[in-house]
């Protein structure tokens, strides 16, 4: 096969909206510090709780952003070994160097401990040097089977245009995917771990419980007018089951263990009542997203500005967290994790983004002084 483009085309609200996904993280890594402090009132960690379950989306964007993307590539022909090797330089290079750092920095995180070279090499291979490493895990292997998803893609292109075709389609994906989050819920894990078996307590980092979200994303952009006309139609009537999805989902956090032990882990992905609730929050946040484009405000070009760090970003937002969090008096917010959970996003948010601009742009000089060298070593020796 010939070469890839590595040219995708750029639909601007999917890179809002991949945006949301990575500010929607770093929230959910400041409350989940601050509640677990333990030392604030009940109410505010029942709103902490509540915002929670709101920013609780950002895994299925990004595996629909993904499918988005891959989606575009079936356009065009893969090379797969290419394909394989800038994944690798992009996303696990990175991981590996990330994971490092909080092995070394932050052992405490990491589930399996650092005392020894096997725990070493499965905190890597199963994502758990640092909270939010799993989804690297997990979507890597959306580009390890991107052959399968290509093929997938370019089968469903014919058969798009039956209206009747993506209403079934729809309802068995969907049906299927219930049945797996059901199992998981009734089975493995629903607040509490219900299997002590390795494989089955980390099915949250397989590509099969996201595999939905990522065909989404790629029916999405195979259909991309009719994708956005549905998106505006379904908002008033998707508004009112979001309100309930979000009360029951809320109440299912607050009274799992009681209301005065809030555990976020009961907010899992893996749960029918959440796939519900997590599907709408989607629909709704790919609308907000259009209107930031559409607006072209301020906000759009902030946005588009994180867009362009985000996985660096995400994976450095913790170390950043961390370091903040320690230097941060924690005790003048007593009574008020809320706002201590604020300012770390805040504060957490510029940090992780400054740094990931700042060493791409100590990069690309590099590589730009790389060439220019090159260049210039080339017309010494035409002179000669």
């Known amino acids: 096969m010939l070469q890839m483009d590595q040219e995708k085309e750029k639909v601007h609200e999917v890179h809002m909206f991949k945006t949301l996904a990575f500010l929607a993280v770093v929230m959910q890594s400041s409350l989940s510090f601050s509640l677990g402090l333990k030392s604030g009132a009940l109410e505010q960690s029942v709103l902490m709780g509540l915002l929670y379950n709101l920013v609780k989306f950002s895994a299925p964007v990004f595996i629909f952003v993904v499918g988005f993307h891959a989606a575009q590539l079936s356009r065009k022909t893969v090379q797969y070994h290419l394909y394989l090797a800038d994944k690798w330089k992009e996303i696990i290079v990175p991981y590996i160097l990330w994971s490092a750092v909080y092995l070394l920095f932050f052992p405490a995180v990491n589930m399996f401990g650092i005392e020894s070279v096997s725990a070493i090499l499965k905190s890597m291979v199963f994502g758990t040097a640092a909270p939010h490493l799993w989804y690297v895990v997990m979507v890597f292997q959306f580009h390890l089977l991107i052959p399968l998803f290509l093929l997938i893609f370019h089968w469903l292109k014919g058969h798009l245009h039956s209206a009747k075709f993506l209403a079934v389609m729809a ?214």
């Open 171 to 384: 309802f068995l994906v969907t049906g299927i995917h219930l049945g797996l989050v059901w199992a998981s819920s009734k089975y493995v894990f629903n607040g509490v771990f219900l299997t002590e078996h390795l494989f089955l307590r980390f099915t949250d980092r397989s590509f099969i419980a996201y595999t939905f979200y990522f065909i989404l994303g790629g029916t999405a952009a195979l259909t991309i007018d009719r994708w956005r006309k549905f998106v505006r139609k379904s908002l008033i009537l998707n508004m009112y089951i979001f309100l309930g999805m979000f009360l029951v989902v809320g109440y299912e956090l607050l009274s799992f263990h009681g209301i005065g032990s809030i555990d976020l882990q009961v907010s899992t992905y893996l749960k029918p009542t959440m796939f519900i609730y997590i599907i709408s929050e989607m629909l709704l946040l790919y609308g907000i997203s259009m209107v930031i484009v559409q607006a072209r405000s301020f906000l759009f070009h902030l946005l588009n500005f994180i867009g362009n760090h985000t996985f660096p970003s995400y994976l450095g937002h913790f170390f950043f967290l961390q370091i903040i969090a320690s230097v941060i008096p924690v005790r003048i917010f007593a009574g008020n994790h809320l706002l201590l959970a604020i300012l770390l996003f805040c504060l957490t948010t510029c940090a992780s983004v400054v740094f990931s601009f700042l060493v791409s742009e100590i990069l690309n000089r590099k590589s730009l002084l790389s060439l220019f060298g090159k260049r210039k070593g080339k017309g010494v020796m035409v002179g000669k």
